[in-house]
C-alpha cells in the first residue's frame, strides 16, 4: 500500500516544530510583557488587549503546529485537510496584512506630524503631554517635537546640555537663554525625527515578520497539499487485475501435430 513519501513527512515534520517554536517564543513574549508592564505599575492603554492578542496567535500557531506534525505521522487525512485550510488561512491573512502595512507606511509621518501638532505650544498643553515630552527628551537626548522653541519661553531642564554632550555635537547655542541655562545650550535634534525613525523601524519589522509568515504558510500549503494528494491517491487507487497476454500462450507442442492427424 502507497505511503505518503518520506521526504515530504519530514520536512512536514520540520516545518511544524519550527512553528511550534515561534508559538512558543509568542506566548513567552506574551509573559514577558506581561510581567515588565506589572513591574513598571501602571494600566497602560491598550494593554490587556495586545496580550490578549499575543496570547491567542501563541496559541493558535502551537495547535496548528501540533495538528500538522500529528497529521504527516500518522498520515491522517483530516488533520492534514485541516492544516492545509489553516495554511490557506494563514497566508491570506498574513499577505493582506503585509500588503497593508506597506501601505500604510508612507502615511505614517504625516499623520503622526499632524497629531503632534496639535500638540503646541509644550509648555501650555496637558501635564501629561509634557510629561511625556520631558521624558523622551531625556531618553533620546533631543528637545521638543520640532523645536526647542516648542516651549516657547519655558524650556525645561530636560532640554539642557552639559559640557560634554556639547563636546559631541548634541547641542546648539541659544543666546537668549543664557541667564536661566549657565550652558546656554540644548539639545539640537527635536524629538519626532528621532521617534519617527524609531517608528518606521518597527514598521519596517512587522512587514519583514509578516510576509516571512506568509511565505512560511505558502511552504506548508504546498507540503501539505502533496501530502493530501499522496493519500487521496492511495485511497483512490484502482485496482489493477493480472492476466497474461494472448501474445505469450505457448503453442501446442510438435508432437501433438504428428499424432493427431486431421479427421476427413
Not at 4 to 28: M, Q
Not at 230 to 238: S, T
Request: aromatic share 8%.
Amino acid at each position: 500500500m502507497a505511503q505518503v513519501n518520506a521526504c515530504i513527512k519530514r520536512l512536514l515534520t520540520i516545518f511544524n516544530i519550527f512553528f511550534a517554536i515561534v508559538g512558543g517564543v509568542i506566548i513567552a513574549l506574551a509573559l514577558l510583557s506581561q510581567v515588565l508592564t506589572n513591574v513598571n505599575g501602571g494600566d497602560l492603554e491598550g494593554r490587556t488587549t495586545g496580550l490578549i492578542l499575543l496570547y491567542v496567535v501563541g496559541a493558535v500557531t502551537l495547535v496548528i503546529a501540533i495538528l500538522g506534525a500529528y497529521g504527516a505521522h500518522k498520515e491522517s487525512k483530516v488533520c492534514l485537510i485541516v492544516f492545509l485550510v489553516c495554511m490557506v488561512v494563514g497566508s491570506l491573512l498574513m499577505l493582506r496584512a503585509g500588503i497593508t502595512t506597506a501601505i500604510a507606511r508612507p502615511r505614517v509621518e504625516p499623520l503622526l506630524e499632524e497629531k503632534f501638532r496639535e500638540l503646541l505650544p509644550l509648555d501650555k498643553a496637558s501635564a501629561d503631554v509634557r510629561d511625556m515630552t520631558e521624558s523622551l527628551q531625556r531618553q533620546l537626548q533631543c528637545c521638543g517635537l520640532f523645536s526647542y522653541q516648542d516651549w516657547e519661553d519655558q524650556i525645561p531642564d530636560s532640554c539642557l546640555c552639559d559640557e560634554e554632550e556639547e563636546e559631541e555635537g548634541l547641542c546648539t547655542s541659544i543666546g537668549y537663554r543664557v541667564i536661566i541655562f549657565p550652558s546656554g545650550s540644548v539639545y539640537s535634534k527635536p524629538c519626532f525625527s528621532i521617534l519617527m525613525r524609531y517608528v518606521l523601524m518597527i514598521f519596517d519589522v512587522m512587514i519583514g515578520v509578516v510576509f516571512t509568515l506568509a511565505a512560511l504558510a505558502l511552504i506548508g500549503l504546498a507540503l501539505s497539499s502533496v501530502a493530501v494528494h499522496q493519500l487521496r491517491y492511495r485511497d483512490n487507487r484502482p485496482s489493477v487485475l493480472l492476466s497474461v497476454p494472448a501474445v505469450f500462450t505457448m503453442p501446442p507442442p510438435k508432437y501433438q501435430e504428428l499424432h493427431n492427424p486431421p479427421a476427413y
